[in-house]
Structures are given as structure tokens and as C-alpha cells.
């Protein structure tokens, strides 16, 4: 362990000492991943190995409004159980001083690799995106284990990214037949979202093999690429940056999304689909996925948005952000579904069914932390669900439009919406200070924070041609321990 090491374990153990405190936040979540203290972004690593599914993350304890990252940890066996680890990886190096970025883990062979951006900030940077003053190193670090880690390897540097800006990062890699495929998210000197692909034949040695973008530009930066084969599709999950902004599908400063792919990726005769957002809410961002060994592809994402203009009132108490449940993904119709992992079911306590008849329904309910399902029996004419006395839900079927607004508990947020044909069934998450809603099945998501006040309860539904039944569970707590 070198010095620098000490000095942050240190002030790590500091700052984690006033978890106690941080905890008594009203807004402290129940069925959520957050940071013990401070700020946690990105979703890193994310894998199933030896018995164990581990979450890194982008974890920055120091500042709960941003600052130096390191990656965070947790592990559990069941998603209900979670147990915090120390610190997995420092910015201990030259070539990772001012961050250890996200990144990905591979498994082959009784090891993982973790693949991630170290960052380094030449003087007279600044954060405006221009072409200049900034160092992402792409770095391997392994370990047997999944706790003790092996001395990093540098294996990539911005001499290494051909006609890329200084923005180059998030790593991703798979195996396919007997290569292995690492792409990066990056922006082109010309100012063009785009995604590099390399290839490689020891998972150390990276030889570059293509960029790969849309025939006209897309945003000016593509974060947190994600290739995978499901169902025999190639989807790309990513994260564009600049894209313009419409009314419904390209609505946050910063988009989540993926595209599905025809053709070859290692040549030019490859086609993308439209771009077709992963979640319709307004904290959604940077998700990552993985095959686990059921064989699902479980997807878990940041529940911010990368330079989201909306505030956080949590930051005054310590703490910021948190991320998405695991949702298991599967493909229909030429787009992805979401659904929550199946686990989350043992986290229901109290079972409350209902039914909306007539409009209305017939039952109140005062909770703050719950599941909800909806099951109408013919797609209503018009459905108005209000939650929590400020999160609204609305559905008219004569412009086929479903809507979330928030009034003060939105801090800014104010309405999402998506065309939807008909309306056949919601199922909906509330935790303290979130809200993730499934419609028909997964195929539309509405992910957000929100912040009502604790005494905010309540759930009252009505409409009109409006006929359907329901249950509410309240939900448990995850249970956290100390390794």
C-alpha cells in the first residue's frame, strides 16, 4: 500500500464517520444503492463472480456535490442483502491522479478485469469540452478474488485514439468466438459523438479496428458505450451528449438510449436503427449491463443526469444521488424491455389489493414506500393517478399520451411524457425520494428522483371508462452490513 493510499483511507474513514447522521435524512433510500456519504455517479463493473454480484461505482466521499473519484463497492448474493466494501480502487498513479472513471468488468478463466478511465487534468484545463488538457488513460487492474487487486497496467492513452478529441472513456469489453472487442465512448476532432472499437487477442494488447457513428452527427460525445447480442440483435446502449432537444424523445440536456445494429461493426457496411430512448424520466443515465449465470441480462443505471440543471436538495445533507433497481432486459418488437429483477419481490411486506371501479378508487392507502400494479381491463379514456399528494400520472387516450409531473417535490422537474397506443397495465416503485414506473410490461420506463415530504402519503386514482385492479406492497428496507 503506498502512501497516497493511506492518506485517502484515511480521509475516507473520516468522512464515512458521520454515516450515522447522514442516515437520519428523511430522503435516505430504502431499496436503493447509494453512497454511504457524499456523491456516487456511474454504475461500474458491474458482474456476477464466485457466488458474488459486485456493484462498483463512481464514488466520491469527500464532496457530496461532486469531486475526486475512486470506485466504491458493494456485493450481494440475492439483491436484498447488501454488504459495503472498501474503496475497490484508488487514483493512486500519474496516469489516473484526478480520477479513477467508470468502467467494466470482465470474467474469464477464475479472474476479473476490471477495464476503466483514469483521468489526469493538464494545467489550464477547463471543463468545456474543447479539444485540450485532459489525460483518459484506459487501465486494466485484476484480481482473483473480486477485492484484492493486482498493480495496474496501463494499456491505452490519447495517442492511442486516432483523430479523437481529449474526451475519450468508459470502457466496455466482451469476448466474441476468440477475440476479445473493447469499445470507448469518445468525441472526434470534428466535434462528433462517436464509439471506437479495438480488438484484442490477450485482453491486454489493444489494437484499434474502427470508429463506429451515425451517418449524420448525433451529440458531440457518446458516454458509457454497451455492446451486447440479445435474442440475436446487436444493441448499442449509450449515452449522447448534445444531442438537440424535441418535445418527447430527446427532452434532458443529456440523452440515455440505444440504437439497434445491422451489419458489420468491423467494416463500414453496418446500419443503426433510430435512436430510441432507454427511459422517458428525468434521471436516467449512464447504465450498464451484464449477463449473470441464469443467463439474464441484468441492466442498472445512475438515476442523475450528467449535468442536469435540476437540483438535489440532498446535497445539503451529505449525500447525493443513487442508483436505478436491476431491471432484467429482453427484446420484442425491435426494442428492448425492462422488468425488475425478480429478487425485489422478496423485499414486499404488507399486501393491499383494490379495485378502480367506476373511475375511482376504493381504497386509500398511506404509505412511502411501495410497489404498485395496475392492471386495466381495457385501456381507459382517460386515468389520472396522483401519489404522495404531489407526483402525478396521467393517461388520455384520445392523444395517446401519458404523462409524470411533479409539482414542488420535483425540485424543477416538472412533466415527461411518451406516446403510448393503449394503456394496459403500470407497475410502479416508490422508494423515499424516487420513482421508477413500468408500462405495459417494460416496454416504456419513467425513471426519477423526487422529494416529497415525509408526511406526503396517500394514493387516489380515478378516471373516466376507467375499470381495473391492483395491489400495493409495502416494501422492506435492503439490509446493509460492514465487511
Not at 464532496?63 to 475526486?68: C, E, S, T, V
Not at 474469464?108 to 477547463?126: A, F, H, L, Q, S
Not at 429482453?330 to 419481490?345: A, T
Not at 411518451?418 to 419513467?446: P, Q, Y
Amino acid at each position: 500500500m503506498n502512501d497516497l493510499i493511506k492518506l485517502y483511507k484515511s480521509v475516507i474513514s473520516e468522512e464515512e464517520g458521520k454515516l450515522e447522521e447522514i442516515n437520519k435524512d428523511y430522503w435516505r433510500l430504502g431499496y436503493h444503492l447509494m453512497p454511504p456519504v457524499g456523491w456516487l455517479n456511474d454504475p461500474n463493473g458491474l458482474c456476477e463472480f464466485k457466488g458474488l454480484y459486485h456493484v462498483f461505482y463512481q464514488y466520491a466521499p469527500t464532496n457530496a456535490d461532486g469531486g475526486l473519484k475512486f470506485w466504491g463497492h458493494y456485493t450481494t448474493k440475492d439483491f436484498i442483502n447488501w454488504t459495503k466494501h472498501d474503496v475497490a480502487i484508488y487514483p493512486d498513479q500519474v496516469f489516473d491522479l484526478h480520477g479513477v472513471f467508470s468502467g467494466s468488468s470482465f470474467i474469464e478463466d477464475g479472474k476479473m478485469y476490471c477495464y476503466y478511465t483514469g483521468t489526469v487534468m493538464r494545467e489550464g484545463y477547463n471543463d468545456n469540452y474543447e479539444v485540450e488538457g485532459m489525460e483518459q488513460n484506459t487501465i486494466l487492474i485484476t484480481s482473483e478474488d473480486g477485492f484484492n487487486f493486482s498493480d495496474k497496467k496501463l494499456i491505452l492513452t490519447n495517442d492511442n485514439y486516432p483523430n479523437m478529441s481529449w474526451h475519450v472513456r468508459d470502457p466496455k469489453v466482451w469476448k466474441e468466438n476468440d477475440n476479445y472487442y473493447m469499445v470507448l465512448g469518445g468525441r472526434s476532432e470534428e466535434g462528433e459523438g462517436c464509439i471506437l472499437l479495438y480488438i484484442s487477442k490477450d485482453k491486454e494488447n489493444w489494437n484499434y479496428l474502427n470508429t463506429i457513428k451515425t451517418n449524420e452527427r448525433f451529440g458531440y460525445m457518446w458516454e458509457c458505450p454497451n455492446i451486447f447480442n440479445i435474442n440475436g440483435n446487436i444493441v448499442l446502449i449509450t449515452c449522447p451528449q448534445g444531442v438537440p432537444q424535441d418535445d418527447v424523445d430527446i427532452v434532458n440536456v443529456h440523452q440515455c438510449g440505444y440504437f439497434v445494429i445491422e451489419g458489420d461493426l468491423t467494416g463500414q457496411d453496418y446500419k443503426f436503427s433510430n435512436f430510441i430512448p432507454l427511459d422517458r424520466g428525468f434521471d436516467m443515465y449512464a447504465p450498464q449491463s451484464f449477463i449473470d449465470s441464469k443467463g439474464r441480462r441484468i441492466l442498472i443505471g445512475w438515476l442523475s443526469i450528467s449535468d442536469t440543471p435540476f437540483g438535489y436538495p440532498t446535497i445539503k445533507n451529505g449525500w447525493n444521488h443513487c442508483l436505478s433497481i436491476p431491471r432484467e432486459l429482453s427484446f420484442e418488437d425491435g426494442r428492448l424491455i425492462q422488468k425488475p429483477l425478480s429478487e425485489l419481490k422478496d423485499l414486499r411486506n404488507e399486501e393491499f389489493k383494490f379495485k378502480v371501479l367506476d373511475g375511482k378508487i376504493n381504497k386509500e392507502l398511506f404509505l412511502d414506500k411501495y410497489e404498485m400494479i395496475i392492471d386495466f381491463e381495457t385501456s381507459p379514456s382517460e386515468v389520472f393517478i396522483n401519489l404522495r399528494k404531489d407526483i402525478n400520472i396521467s393517461y388520455l387516450n384520445n392523444d395517446k399520451v401519458l404523462k409524470l409531473s411533479f409539482g414542488r417535490s420535483g425540485y424543477g422537474r416538472n412533466e415527461r411524457k411518451v406516446n403510448i397506443e393503449n394503456l394496459e397495465n403500470l407497475r410502479i416503485f416508490i422508494d423515499t425520494s424516487s420513482i421508477e414506473i413500468f408500462i405495459n410490461g417494460g416496454r416504456e420506463v419513467f425513471s426519477s428522483r423526487v422529494f416529497p415530504n415525509k408526511e406526503d402519503k396517500g394514493i387516489n386514482i380515478f378516471g373516466r371508462n376507467l375499470n381495473a385492479e391492483g395491489v400495493v406492497y409495502s416494501m422492506k428496507d435492503f439490509n446493509y452490513f460492514r465487511s
